[in-house]
């Protein structure tokens, strides 16, 4: 199999990014991190000073901006308008505020279309994110769908934030975790849900070395039929 696109979707905190990026270097292939891309659209829509209810403004924002996505061993290196944004998209604004660029319809579909010429150009993709499966790309090899319970997401929520400095209670995680998860399950575009022909992993009892080596195990014996 010469391409491949491998698809792992599922909610906020499940662990997809991590897994997604270990999978990729195990199987040679390119890590996308589709979340990324909300997080730059809605990064730029706020530097920008847009009201993140105008719609017209968002696509603006959209049109104008020049965004790059590096894939790089250690995640994706992202920048707007040539200007280093890859710690900054993960500020917690934005997490909160990246639910009105995920409802905006044009907005998605410009961002799908991103995805495919990145696959496009990398061949073997994987890519991660809430719709990959169902949405992006519908004919993937192999479809993944990662879920875990709130209490763990929160506790690898927390861990995550922790190295980076910033600091948010227990509650406050969980709260975000679950707002995000309702707008991610009810949207109109797009909507958070396993495709027909995902596998779907239950992560809470599982090491990430342990979700990493299922996945592989299970493209393996895909790409060996
Ligand atoms: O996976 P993440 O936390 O980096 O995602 C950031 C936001 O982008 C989240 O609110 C859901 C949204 N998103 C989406 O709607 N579709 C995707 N394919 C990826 C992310």
Redesign the pocket.
């Known amino acids: 199999m010469a391409r491949f696109i491998i698809t792992i979707?599922g909610p906020?905190?499940s662990g997809?990014?991590t897994v997604a990026r270990l999978v990729a270097a195990k199987l040679g292939a390119t890590f996308l991190?589709?979340?990324?891309?909300?997080?730059a659209a809605?990064l730029a829509a706020m530097l920008d000073g847009a009201d993140l209810t105008d719609q017209k403004r968002i696509l603006d924002v959209l049109d104008d901006t020049v965004f790059e996505f590096d894939a790089t061993p250690d995640g994706m290196l992202v920048q707007i308008d040539g200007v280093d944004a890859t710690a900054q998209i993960r500020d917690p604004k934005v997490?909160a505020n990246?639910?009105y660029?995920?409802c905006l319809a044009p907005a998605?579909q410009r961002?799908v279309d991103m995805?495919r010429r990145f696959a496009e150009a990398y061949g073997k993709v994987v890519t991660?994110?809430?719709?990959?499966g169902t949405v992006?790309f519908p004919d993937a090899d192999v479809k993944f769908y990662l879920t875990a319970d709130l209490n763990e997401r929160a506790r690898r929520r927390q861990a995550e934030l922790k190295t980076k400095g910033v600091i948010q209670t227990d509650d406050e995680i969980r709260q975000a975790i679950l707002k995000?998860d309702q707008?991610?399950e009810n949207?109109a575009v797009?909507p958070?849900k396993p495709a027909n022909d995902a596998v779907i992993v239950d992560t809470t009892d599982l090491t990430i070395d342990e979700v990493v080596e299922k996945l592989v195990d299970c493209v393996n014996t895909r790409r060996s039929k």
Do not use: C, F, H, N
């Open positions: 979707d906020a905190a997809k990014s991190d589709t979340g990324a891309m909300y997080r809605t997490t990246a639910r660029v995920a998605r961002l995805q991660e994110g809430r719709d990959q992006a995000r707008s991610d949207r797009g958070l």
